[in-house]
């Protein structure tokens, strides 16, 4: 999952050396987006960030506000220019937002990403293990395996110990760097089973019925929030809007409404639903556990 800033055409390198300008109005206080960048494995800080950041909300309010004011103007509409940069501000502000707030969208998608692979990945080293495959080239076959974000992580790894790296020094460093909790226990079991010299098939065999035990947990606790979110669900957008629409034919047909705005409210009540359905569908992606 390769790191690009939202809104942008340019490399991140590139973004950096032009917006080294605004640097100095980043601020030096450090904060939880100093380890969301970190996770995304870019060479960027966060002063560096918050200055492209900075610079696209500039050259966006600037552009957006000729455009909006030059078409306002055109078209004879008072309070053109006011109307064309409060709208370029909107705008501005929307990319912006969805700028700052992209390393963490980043950082958690790739976290599930990882953890989703995760019992997969240790099932498939368990049996390399069984095998008689050494550590080593179980971590290369898994790098080059396709098991997402986790292959990644591997190959950051194995890449350290060709480098001279010793292996429980690798292991270690990028369990401490993973924002992935389970991740991170399931790497430092390794490491220390290592450094004991245990058997790193029963490592392996624990972490593996550790993650089996936390996925019932984590189903169990999906199920119990899906019954509220259901009953939402049919109040919102299949009571309600069923309700809606039978009083609207009977008002209409009482009142003697004009068709025009009854054809209106229809098409409203229909938008709400289609929005309910929308916003549904990403709750209950949002609420799925993070190891299915």
């Known amino acids: 999952m390769k790191f690009r800033i939202p809104f942008t055409f340019s ?5 950096k050396r032009k917006s080294k300008s605004l640097i100095r109005f980043a601020g030096m206080k450090r904060g939880k987006l100093d380890e969301y960048l970190r996770n995304t494995g ?14 696209c909300f500039l050259i ?7 455009i909006l004011t030059f078409i306002l103007a055109i078209l004879g509409a008072n309070y053109s220019y006011l109307i064309g940069v ?72 194995t890449k350290e110990i060709s480098s ?32 004991a010299g245990s058997d790193i098939g029963i490592v392996i065999e624990e972490g593996i019925r550790m993650l089996n035990a936390e996925q019932a947990i984590q ?3 999906y199920g119990s929030k ?15 809007p069923s ?11 009482i009142l003697n409404i004009e068709s025009r705005i009854v054809h209106l409210m229809f098409f409203l009540i229909a938008g709400s639903v289609i929005f309910m359905q929308i916003m549904f569908l990403g709750i209950i992606k949002s609420k799925r556990p993070t190891l299915l």
């Not at 969208?105 to 599930?112: A, D, P």
């Not at 001279?164 to 020094?169: D, L, N, S, W």
């Not at 292991?171 to 909790?181: A, D, F, L, Q």
């Open 164 to 195: 001279g790296m010793p292996q429980i020094e690798a292991i270690e460093k990028y369990g401490k760097m993973n924002t992935s909790e389970y991740f991170r226990r399931v790497l430092w079991q390794m490491s220390n089973g290592m450094r």
């Open 86 to 157: 409060g709208s370029a501000f909107l705008i501005s502000g929307f990319v912006f937002f969805n700028q700052i707030n992209y390393p963490r969208i980043f950082s958690l998608n790739k976290k599930r990403n990882i953890e989703k692979n995760l019992i997969p990945v240790l099932q498939d080293m368990m049996v390399q293990l069984n095998s008689g495959v050494p550590i080593f080239e179980i971590m290369v076959n898994i790098s080059n395996s396709d098991y997402g974000e986790v292959s990644e992580e591997f190959k950051k790894i």
């Open 11 to 15: 490399d991140t390198e590139v973004l």
């Open 42 to 55: 870019e060479p960027i800080n966060r002063r560096q960030y918050l200055s492209i950041c900075y610079r």
């Open 226 to 240: 899906l019954n509220p979110l259901i009953m939402f669900y049919m109040l919102a957008a299949v009571i309600l």
């Open 60 to 66: 966006n309010m600037l552009f957006f506000s000729a």
């Open 243 to 253: 309700l809606g629409v039978t009083f609207l034919i009977i008002i209409s047909s």
């Open 219 to 221: 189903i169990q606790g």
